[in-house]
């Protein structure tokens, strides 16, 4: 009879077990604390959308959308695409579900995404990232209170070593005028410019700024900065949430090469960054984007926000505390086990977090016991039942009494 040959998991995909778990778990519960603290409804969207929500909100000409998207036909002939970020389907739950009469709304979600790109560290095709976006607020103050958020949520992490990178993209009249100005400088050095900048030149002339090809730096580094095109208010702007980041004690650094490329990104854009994970170094991003939900066929609507990838945030945490239980039943003989199945439900019931060593010698419970972290083991006999008392060992010093069962739960607390 021929092998059955197991199943692999599919390139760029990953299993999540133990510290690996731990540390995950870590930043999800820790978002999740720091967003309730800043008044962050959690919101659930769909993993998969319509796929002209992804291709008119990030872009056509976008890498995203041209190369890295999951996208199918379902049954019904509909083209679908797994959600390769969370701000294009938040934008569309808030056209489709009437959320305008909540605004401004602030929405805090989380989950898988989705990119087909080249796996290395940190980077996944199924990965997962936070996410936190102010819907309907055009105010400054709506940016700093995301940053200092987010600052925080790095700070209670134990991230240290992270540095604020913030730079203005305007309003749409700076971008017009200083889009026209790096079109004509890049035209004067089209003959430097790799194949797939001479195609942004076209389409997407601001994304040559971030172009990671080492022929279009000469280039890049030369073209004009933005400060020269900013009007009168979007100055302003930039100097408000830098005086709040700065009221808020949260350090920055200006980074004019910092762009985003689609014409809906106004304003604030930033990212927070590190050198501990190579060149894929940031850990946060985000910007304001007052032009998107209009793009979606709403009416004219601001919104800021980021995300942040869990796998990279847990890459940078301590190494994870190990994971303590109050309690574990060692039961010797079946009239024990019977017992302890019942002790072990009540005990549960009041809250604490007890397990049972099914099976093996007796030291070999206990070393099972004390394997799993627990603060104490709770020998159970045909003795101990007779005398309607547990013998209650402390794993931290090895000292062991008789309590009565009724009194395990307030002992063990």
Same mark, same amino acid.
């Not at 870590?26 to 800043?38: A, I, K, P, S, W």
């Not at 990212?271 to 894929?280: I, K, N, P, S």
């Not at 083991?377 to 794993?395: F, Q, R, T």
């Given at each position: 009879?021929a092998?059955?040959?197991?199943?692999?998991?599919?390139?760029?995909?990953?299993?999540?077990?133990?510290?690996? !778990?731990?540390?995950?778990?870590?930043?999800l519960?820790?978002?999740?604390? @720091?967003?309730?603290?800043?008044?962050?409804?959690?919101?659930?969207?769909p993993?998969f959308?319509?796929?002209?929500?992804?291709?008119?909100?990030?872009g056509?000409t976008?890498?995203?959308?041209?190369?890295?998207?999951?996208t199918?036909?379902?049954?019904?002939?509909?083209?679908l695409?797994?959600?390769?970020?969370?701000?294009?389907?938040?934008?569309?739950?808030?056209?489709?579900?009437?959320? !305008?009469?909540?605004?401004?709304l602030?929405?805090?979600?989380?989950?898988?995404?989705?990119?087909?790109?080249?796996?290395q560290k940190?980077?996944?095709?199924?990965?997962?990232?936070?996410?936190?976006? @102010?819907?309907?607020?055009?105010?400054?103050?709506?940016?700093?209170?995301?940053l200092?958020?987010?600052?925080?949520l790095?700070?209670?992490?134990g991230?240290?070593g992270?540095?604020l990178?913030?730079?203005?993209l305007?309003?749409?009249e700076?971008?017009?005028?200083?889009?026209?100005?790096?079109?004509?400088?890049?035209?004067?050095?089209r003959?430097?410019?790799?194949?797939?900048?001479l195609?942004?030149?076209?389409?997407?002339?601001?994304?040559?700024?971030?172009?990671?090809?080492?022929?279009?730096?000469?280039?890049?580094?030369?073209?004009?900065?933005?400060?020269?095109?900013?009007?009168?208010?979007a100055?302003?702007?930039?100097?408000?949430?830098?005086?709040?980041?700065?009221?808020?004690?949260?350090?920055?650094?200006?980074?004019p090469?910092?762009?985003?490329?689609?014409?809906y990104?106004?304003?604030?854009?930033?990212e927070? @960054?590190t050198?501990?994970?190579?060149a894929?170094g940031?850990?946060?991003?985000?910007?304001?984007?007052?032009?998107?939900i209009?793009?979606?066929?709403?009416?004219e609507?601001?919104?800021?926000?980021?995300?942040?990838?869990?796998?990279?945030?847990?890459m940078?945490?301590?190494?994870?505390?190990?994971?303590?239980?109050?309690?574990?039943?060692?039961?010797?003989?079946?009239?024990?086990?019977?017992?302890?199945?019942?002790?072990?439900?009540?005990?549960?019931?009041?809250?604490?977090?007890?397990?049972?060593?099914?099976?093996?010698?007796?030291k070999?419970?206990?070393?099972?016991?004390?394997?799993q972290?627990?603060?104490?083991?709770?020998?159970i006999?045909?003795?101990?039942?007779?005398a309607g008392?547990?013998?209650?060992?402390?794993?931290?010093?090895?000292?062991?009494?008789?309590?009565?069962?009724d009194?395990l739960?307030e002992?063990?607390?």
């Amino acid at each position: 009879m021929a092998r059955i040959q197991t199943p692999h998991r599919v390139r760029g995909t990953q299993d999540i077990f133990g510290d690996d !778990q731990r540390r995950f778990a870590q930043v999800l519960g820790t978002f999740d604390r @720091v967003r309730t603290l800043y008044g962050f409804q959690r919101v659930d969207i769909p993993i998969f959308e319509a796929t002209e929500v992804f291709s008119r909100s990030i872009g056509e000409t976008t890498d995203v959308v041209s190369k890295e998207m999951y996208t199918f036909p379902d049954r019904g002939g509909d083209l679908l695409t797994l959600r390769p970020e969370f701000t294009a389907g938040l934008a569309r739950a808030f056209l489709t579900e009437g959320w !305008q009469q909540y605004a401004p709304l602030k929405l805090a979600t989380s989950g898988p995404v989705f990119r087909y790109e080249r796996p290395q560290k940190g980077r996944y095709r199924q990965f997962h990232q936070i996410d936190a976006e @102010v819907i309907g607020a055009a105010e400054p103050m709506a940016d700093v209170e995301l940053l200092v958020m987010a600052d925080q949520l790095l700070r209670e992490l134990g991230i240290e070593g992270v540095t604020l990178q913030l730079n203005t993209l305007g309003d749409a009249e700076t971008r017009d005028a200083w889009r026209a100005a790096l079109v004509a400088h890049f035209e004067g050095h089209r003959a430097e410019l790799s194949e797939d900048s001479l195609t942004r030149l076209e389409k997407n002339p601001l994304r040559i700024l971030d172009s990671k090809d080492p022929r279009d730096r000469p280039a890049a580094d030369s073209a004009p900065d933005i400060d020269a095109y900013l009007t009168e208010a979007a100055r302003g702007f930039f100097d408000a949430v830098t005086a709040g980041l700065d009221a808020a004690g949260v350090a920055w650094t200006r980074n004019p090469r910092l762009v985003r490329g689609l014409d809906y990104y106004r304003h604030t854009a930033f990212e927070f @960054v590190t050198d501990r994970l190579g060149a894929q170094g940031t850990v946060l991003a985000g910007g304001r984007y007052d032009g998107l939900i209009g793009s979606l066929g709403g009416p004219e609507t601001p919104g800021v926000g980021w995300a942040a990838g869990v796998e990279r945030l847990a890459m940078l945490l301590a190494e994870p505390a190990r994971p303590v239980i109050d309690a574990v039943i060692v039961p010797m003989g079946a009239a024990a086990e019977t017992r302890a199945l019942g002790l072990l439900a009540e005990l549960r019931r009041t809250g604490l977090a007890v397990d049972m060593a099914y099976k093996g010698k007796m030291k070999q419970r206990m070393a099972k016991a004390d394997a799993q972290g627990a603060r104490a083991a709770i020998i159970i006999g045909d003795d101990e039942i007779a005398a309607g008392a547990a013998a209650v060992k402390s794993l931290a010093d090895g000292t062991q009494r008789a309590v009565a069962f009724d009194a395990l739960a307030e002992t063990l607390r």
